[in-house]
Every structure is written in structure tokens, then in C-alpha cells.
């Protein structure tokens, strides 16, 4: 017999959390009773963030579950990372269409590896029956004034971005098995479908670029998709130079010239795309010192409305519109 609501509960979630629980000291009361109560530092925002994965839409029927639980989580920690928030608690909603042991472990260990690694606790949440999904609710904490948002860039301002867009896009082509391309080493499909996977959110990157980047977004829906919105809440446009783009070798491998295409409308990075001022731009490589990811500039903001992007000053031949939920990709 399959485990019930609250045993499943207990096995899977509140027991193997609990002892991060306790190392934060923060949480007053947990898992367990109607709501969890809190403990918010004085003098601090409390930052939340919330996404829902849906089969089919967001991930692959035969995903592995553990890839399902850390997503799950990571894609909520890089919205707190776009905003330079310090990770703290987090709430759990899972919609299974059975309660499969095997299924919840995994699932599990994916999660609470992940919020281990950040010192964020599980607080909360709920289970159902029903078509697989998962909702995660973050929470996080930065000081009054502190938090990047979008709307603060200038034209002029330089854009930059963390990591390699595209390679998850390629990833999760080759878990659906039907991807365009070319073969390529099993270390190169590797490093794709983990790209996809298992996505790391910078959280030290956003926390490093408070009080030093204008504004920032975190890369879900595609590179130029995203700049595009920062940009657009900004009252600006955006220039992106095709030939700085960092192309990771195992997409360029995949894809060849098609990479380009990946990297600026590919979604599921969970890099961050942020802006500083040209004043500042020198401050850039100091303060990012002690961050464990490159970060690359690749463009700047301007006067005029929309998003361009030119190779070596010629324009592209394709649309730049990245991945939306009620459409689709681009």
C-alpha cells in the first residue's frame, strides 16, 4: 500500500528537514500545523518568489524526479538571486498522480540536497492527487534599499550575463530526444542535459552585485527575451553583440552555428543578465572576485525601444522571441 498524505510527509520531507530546520534558528514553528511561523531578522525585507513545473510544459514526461526536486527549488532561489537576496526558508506543493516511494525519495533527495547547499528550510507546504506538478514558494531577506530590480537601468549602461545561455535549451532537446544537431562526445551531452537538469542558481553572483549593478533579471525564458524585459522596465532598449556571447564548447559542438540562435532565445539557463553603469564597469572584476562563474559583457541599453542584436554590426536573420508559457518557444 502506497503511503498515505502524512506519512509521506514525515518520511520524505519534514524528518530529513528538520535538522537544517534547527541549524537556522529562525523557524519558529514548521512543518505540521496550519502555517509556519517565521522569524524575520529586524531591519530586513522579507524577498518571495514562487514558480509552478508542469509536466508537459516545463519538463519532459520520464524526467528523473531528483532533476525534478532540485529545479524545482533552483528555479525559485535564481528569481531570489535576480533580486540579491539571501535564501531562507522555502514551502512545497506537489501534485502527484500516485504516491510512489521510489518516486518521493528521489524527488526528495534532489530538493533537500539543493536547499542544504543554501541553507534554505523547508517550512511547508502541501500534497495532492492529481497531474503531475510542483510549486515552490522562496523566501528570502535583504536590507532595506539593497534588493536589484529591473527598472533602474539607463541607456548607456553596459549588459552583461553569467554563464553560458543556450546550453540548457540543448539539453532538454536531447532529453526529448528529438534534437536538431550534431553528435557530439558523451562528456559534451553530459554537460548539456545537466545544464538542464540540474541548473545552478548564482546566488553569490546576485548578493555580490548589490549596490553595483543597476538592475538585473534572471535568464528563464530565453537571453534576449529576458534583456528585452529589463530593458523594456527600464524605459530603454537593448543592444546585444552576437560575437561576445559565451558560447560554451559543448553547444558550439552541438550546433554549430545554430549555437548563436540557442544562446539568445534558448529558455531554462537561470543566468542572471544584469546592467552597470560605464562610470563603474571597472569595479566589475574586484567585486566578482570570490563568485564561482564567469560573467560576460555582451551588449548595452539604449535610447530607442525593443531589442537588437548584430553581428559585428549586421543584424541577425531571425525573431528574438524567447520561450512564453501560453505559446511556447520561439
Known sequence: MPPGEFELIERY?????????R??????????????????????????????LVEGRHFPAGTPPESLGHRALAVNLSD??????????????????????DFLEDLSRGLLNLAQEHRVALVGG??????????????????????LQRNAARPGDLLFVSGTPGDAAAGLALEMGTPPGREVAAAQQQWLRRRFLFPTPRLALGQA????????????????????????ASG?????????????????????????????????????????????VDEVPARLANVKCPVTCIGVLEEAAGVRALDRGMPIGFELRGYDHFIGAG
Request: with cysteine; glycine share 10%.
Open 80 to 101: 531570489l538571486a535576480a533580486m540579491g537576496a539571501e535564501p531562507a526558508w522555502f514551502l512545497l506543493s506537489l501534485t502527484m498522480p500516485e504516491a510512489r516511494v
Open 126 to 147: 502541501d500534497t495532492t492527487s492529481g497531474p503531475l506538478s510542483v510549486s515552490v514558494q522562496a523566501l528570502g531577506l535583504v536590507q532595506p534599499g539593497t534588493a
Open 23 to 52: 541549524q537556522r534558528g529562525d523557524v519558529a514553528l514548521g512543518i505540521g500545523d496550519d502555517a509556519a511561523l517565521l522569524q524575520v531578522p529586524p531591519g530586513m525585507q522579507l524577498v518571495a518568489a514562487l514558480d509552478t
Open 209 to 232: 552585485l548589490r549596490g553595483l549593478a543597476s538592475a538585473c533579471i534572471d535568464v528563464s525564458d530565453g537571453l534576449a527575451a529576458d534583456a528585452g524585459k529589463l530593458a523594456q
Open 236 to 280: 530603454c532598449g537593448a543592444r546585444i553583440d552576437v560575437e561576445r556571447l559565451p558560447i560554451s564548447a559543448a553547444l558550439q559542438a552541438r550546433l554549430g552555428i545554430a549555437a548563436v540562435r540557442a544562446a539568445l532565445t534558448g529558455g531554462d539557463d537561470y543566468e542572471l543578465c544584469f546592467t552597470v553603469a560605464p562610470s563603474r
Open 13 to 21: 520531507f519534514r524528518g530529513p528537514a528538520e535538522a537544517l530546520r
